[in-house]
């Protein structure tokens, strides 16, 4: 695409991207897309997915620059990239792309690498935070007073990374005020990563089928922090009159452990582990759902609870970090005492058992709620930040949740 005046050159610095399935992946790749259909210049640095050189893929979406990795010894897909390898790849990246902004997605590896490379050619560089340092812990061999260590260290470096950056974003108000806790920084944006609502709802002459039972969908990465076994717990727990079913979208390094279980509990007839799916079988299956459930407790969004909302299901989500922000306990579904598998299943029993006209209700708020986090309006507020704006107003979004900026962040930076 030739470029214009308006046009921007935007590399977004990514330790995690597609084929990798998360949410900081998923978000990159939809932030790329829509950049480029609003007719910018797209580059992503990345970590390579196997083995190998550094690399350049060009796709519809973006020009992917993959750097050298390593498999990490304890995660199943997760790529390190060796700082004396991916910091001066990214120094040759930065010569040869230009770009008139970085944006970075976190603080480790690649992002580390790009945030120094831009702070040293006097690049503008926004910084979007979308983990928590301890989420690491399931990862880590170590005692839990080392990853405290690790944590705090982590948290340091975060402050200390991010905060070259002109402005530095995160999803949530709650991830926004662990931030300048934790880190240390004066202003923290907090900006949904943005949801295509009406994607997730009905076409016109499209129809879906009634399910042969009551059927509970989770979707994400089988980690330990997805609490997925409190979940098939609690449909163990339900009323066996009521033949609650269980579908797990999804893969990761819990899913051995959990087909254990499952079979443990005797509930193989009615608890189905579907992997990884497509982007239409996802779709449908948030469709054919009756509830949906997020027992995570280290969410910072949840971009698959919004997609489940938008799609119209009621939720039962854990009571923890920013998920209570998306839930009208009663009004579009319920939260639940987090690890408590007996709360879980009373929760969802309640749903299941309440009138087709009452969940639909439910549905309706889900989407209500869910269209807060319009996409549309946060590729709108990251082109004003690329472009020089020292804040955006959150909107809605921000609004919601009583969020208000004390002061705006002074510009650190100078665009190119």
Request: hydrophobic share 40%.
């Amino acid at each position: 695409m030739p470029r214009t005046q308006d046009t921007l050159r935007i590399l977004i610095a990514a330790d995690t991207y597609p084929p990798d399935v998360n949410g900081a992946a998923v978000f990159c790749h939809r932030l790329a897309r829509h950049m480029t259909r609003m007719g910018h210049e797209v580059h992503i640095a990345a970590a390579r997915n196997d083995s190998g050189p550094d690399l350049v893929q060009h796709t519809e979406d973006a020009t992917v620059h993959r750097f050298r990795s390593f498999k990490a010894p304890t995660h199943e897909y997760y790529r390190l990239c060796l700082p004396w390898l991916v910091e001066p790849a990214m120094d040759r990246l930065m010569e040869e792309v230009q770009p008139d902004v970085v944006h970075v997605q976190c603080h480790y590896m690649i992002g580390k690498a790009a945030i120094e490379a831009a702070e040293r050619r006097r690049i503008r560089t926004i910084a979007t935070n979308h983990f928590m340092p301890e989420n690491l812990d399931p990862f880590l061999p170590f005692p839990d007073w080392f990853c405290r260590i690790v944590a705090e260290n982590s948290w340091r470096d975060m402050g200390r990374l991010m905060g070259k950056a002109s402005v530095v974003t995160t999803p949530t108000p709650l991830a926004a005020q662990t931030m300048r806790e934790r880190a240390g920084f004066d202003h923290v944006l907090p900006l949904s990563n943005g949801i295509d609502v009406d994607h997730y709802q009905l076409r016109p002459g499209e129809e879906i089928a009634p399910g042969q039972r009551p059927t509970v969908l989770f979707v994400g990465r089988l980690a330990v922090e997805k609490n997925v076994d409190v979940l098939i717990d609690a449909v163990a727990a339900t009323d066996p009159a009521l033949d609650i079913g269980l579908e797990i979208v999804g893969d990761g390094e819990q899913r051995d452990v959990l087909a254990e279980k499952i079979l443990a509990l005797g509930l193989q007839d009615r608890v189905r582990m579907r992997g990884h799916v497509d982007e239409d079988q996802l779709r449908l299956a948030y469709l054919e759902a009756d509830v949906f459930c997020q027992p995570g407790t280290a969410e910072l969004q949840s971009l698959v609870s919004l997609e489940a909302m938008s799609a119209g299901l009621p939720v039962v989500l854990a009571d923890a970090l920013a998920l209570p922000h998306l839930v009208e306990p009663g009004v579009n579904g319920h939260l639940f005492a987090p690890g408590d598998a007996a709360d879980l299943a009373a929760k969802l029993e309640d749903i299941v058992t309440r009138s087709s006209e009452q969940r639909e209700a439910m549905g309706r708020r889900s989407r209500e709620i869910a269209s807060r986090h319009s996409i549309t309006k946060t590729m709108e507020a990251f082109e004003q930040l690329y472009r020089g704006a020292d804040w955006v107003d959150p909107g809605q979004y921000g609004k919601a949740q009583g969020w208000r900026p004390a002061a705006r962040r002074p510009r650190r930076q100078r665009t190119r």
